[in-house]
């Protein structure tokens, strides 16, 4: 006899026991209370700014400002700019502190962190204490130091320090040439623009011959020379002809003053130097811990190929500590651009100083202002973020 099998089917789950439909349930559910909480508060806010009779809204933007701010990037009065003109005045401060900040704690930083790896035994000790000191003393005390104790005691303008070249150090700041363009000024940065857009372009062509043939290209000095030497041979065409697209004027001292020229606040330099020198000194931790991730083996297998010791930092080490670099080393980009807002302390007109100090105290609107200036803060970090994303993933190994 055959013995009849019945094949019955496993149980159906119960819906409310689905993972992914309870995952859903509970994000959903954490969304809705996140957003009635925010609109308790925000009901709550206006409901005490109108019975304090305090205006509410961004119109007070068009308003006119009436006071003068120290250092812009754009024309700036107090009789015929607005709230909104401080706001960007403010910005342009913080965003032109925090790009030269970066471009030099990178520099310094990678050549710290280098040195301490050095076999030279001076050299790796001096760097050692830079980062040892520098990380461990708080950056609103280098800032009071760089501005009090360095900048502070420099001579008045009628006893400027001039060092050479139409530059004049004070306890104003730092005189310089200015430079005046002329009506053909724009063959300049039209030419920067090619060079950049052409060294692209060669290092491509040359990393593909490199990948085909194995033949190197001088990269370096051919990007030197259409970045720089491009837009300098554009200047001395131009002038050959009789054109002169960029002029310069020279800083002139009088009997209490200096005139002409261009002036540096000692505040910029002081909030530059600090923010400068204190990342650095993580960055260099950064570096350092990067090239000890790579295998001695990829060191010896550089030697063995004939590559001097520069050679294999450059060409090797480097390359492959990236991809360790990277992520901490944006994150130290962030808090160099956040770390700007203490320039409040040293009275550089930043952001913070601007907008959130005198144009609070003036228009009385807090929040308005406090969410602008958050949103700014924001905004900048997550561009900074995408930016350095793209970069990591570019230098990232791909497993094949």
Same mark, same amino acid.
């Given at each position: 006899?055959?013995?009849?099998?019945?094949?019955?089917? /496993?149980?159906?789950?119960?819906? &409310? #026991?689905?993972?992914?439909?309870?995952?859903?349930?509970?994000?959903?559910?954490?969304?809705?209370?996140?957003?009635?909480?925010?609109w308790?508060?925000?009901?709550?806010?206006?409901?005490?700014?109108?019975?304090?009779?305090?205006a509410?809204?961004?119109?007070?933007?068009?308003?006119?400002?009436?006071?003068d701010?120290s250092?812009?990037?754009?024309?700036?009065s107090?009789?015929?700019?607005t709230?909104g003109? @401080?706001?960007?005045?403010?910005?342009?401060?913080?965003?032109?502190?925090?790009?030269?900040g970066?471009?030099?704690?990178?520099?310094?930083?990678? *050549?710290?962190?280098? @040195?301490? *790896?050095?076999?030279?035994?001076?050299?790796?000790?001096?760097?050692?204490? #830079?980062?040892?000191?520098?990380?461990n003393? /708080?950056?609103?005390?280098?800032? &009071?130091?760089?501005?009090?104790?360095?900048?502070?005691?420099?001579?008045q !303008?009628?006893?400027?320090?001039?060092?050479?070249?139409?530059?004049?150090l004070?306890?104003? =700041?730092l005189?310089?040439?200015? /430079?005046?363009?002329?009506?053909?000024?724009?063959?300049? !940065?039209?030419? *920067?623009?090619?060079?950049?857009?052409?060294?692209?372009?060669?290092r491509?062509?040359?990393?593909?011959?490199?990948?085909?043939?194995?033949r190197?290209? !001088?990269?370096?000095?051919?990007? +030197?020379? +259409?970045?720089?030497? &491009?837009?300098?041979?554009?200047?001395?065409?131009?002038?050959?002809?009789?054109?002169?697209p960029?002029?310069?004027?020279?800083?002139?001292? =009088?009997?209490?003053?200096?005139t002409?020229?261009?002036?540096?606040?000692?505040?910029?330099? @002081?909030?530059?130097?600090?923010?400068?020198?204190?990342?650095?000194?993580?960055?260099?931790?950064?570096?350092?811990?990067?090239? &000890?991730?790579v295998?001695?083996?990829?060191?010896?297998?550089?030697?063995?190929?004939?590559?001097k010791?520069?050679?294999?930092?450059?060409?090797?080490?480097?390359?492959?500590?990236?991809r360790?670099?990277?992520p !901490?080393?944006?994150?130290?980009?962030?808090? +160099?651009t956040?770390?700007?807002?203490?320039?409040?302390a040293?009275? #550089?007109?930043?952001?913070?100083?601007?907008?959130m =100090?005198?144009?609070?105290?003036?228009? =009385?609107?807090?929040?308005?202002v406090?969410?602008?200036?958050?949103?700014?803060?924001?905004t900048?970090?997550l561009?900074?973020?995408?930016?350095?994303?793209?970069?990591?993933?570019?230098?990232?190994i791909?497993?094949?």
């Amino acid at each position: 006899m055959q013995t009849v099998v019945s094949q019955t089917s /496993p149980p159906k789950k119960s819906f &409310l #026991y689905d993972p992914k439909v309870r995952g859903v349930f509970y994000q959903v559910l954490l969304i809705v209370v996140v957003g009635y909480l925010f609109w308790i508060a925000a009901t709550n806010a206006i409901e005490n700014l109108q019975r304090a009779r305090i205006a509410s809204g961004f119109g007070f933007l068009n308003n006119t400002a009436g006071f003068d701010i120290s250092q812009t990037l754009v024309q700036f009065s107090a009789a015929g700019s607005t709230y909104g003109d @401080a706001f960007i005045v403010g910005l342009l401060n913080t965003l032109i502190v925090s790009a030269i900040g970066i471009f030099f704690t990178t520099i310094l930083g990678f *050549l710290i962190g280098i @040195a301490r *790896l050095s076999r030279n035994w001076m050299v790796a000790k001096v760097a050692m204490v #830079y980062v040892e000191t520098l990380r461990n003393i /708080p950056l609103l005390v280098q800032l &009071l130091f760089w501005y009090i104790a360095v900048l502070g005691p420099l001579p008045q !303008p009628r006893n400027s320090i001039e060092m050479g070249a139409g530059f004049f150090l004070n306890a104003r =700041g730092l005189f310089m040439a200015r /430079p005046v363009y002329a009506a053909d000024a724009w063959a300049i !940065p039209a030419a *920067l623009v090619i060079g950049l857009v052409g060294s692209f372009i060669y290092r491509r062509w040359a990393k593909a011959q490199q990948e085909r043939t194995g033949r190197q290209s !001088p990269i370096g000095l051919v990007t +030197l020379g +259409l970045v720089l030497g &491009l837009p300098i041979l554009t200047w001395i065409v131009l002038a050959i002809v009789g054109a002169n697209p960029i002029s310069f004027e020279l800083p002139r001292k =009088g009997t209490f003053n200096l005139t002409g020229g261009m002036q540096i606040l000692p505040e910029f330099v @002081a909030l530059l130097l600090g923010l400068t020198t204190y990342t650095a000194a993580f960055i260099a931790e950064v570096v350092r811990a990067g090239i &000890l991730a790579v295998s001695k083996g990829q060191t010896e297998a550089a030697g063995s190929l004939g590559l001097k010791p520069g050679q294999t930092l450059r060409l090797v080490v480097i390359p492959q500590a990236m991809r360790v670099i990277i992520p !901490p080393l944006t994150s130290q980009y962030l808090n +160099l651009t956040k770390n700007s807002s203490l320039a409040v302390a040293i009275g #550089y007109p930043d952001l913070v100083q601007v907008f959130m =100090g005198t144009v609070l105290n003036q228009t =009385g609107q807090a929040i308005e202002v406090v969410v602008i200036t958050m949103g700014v803060y924001l905004t900048i970090s997550l561009v900074t973020s995408t930016l350095m994303n793209i970069y990591n993933r570019r230098v990232a190994i791909v497993e094949r």
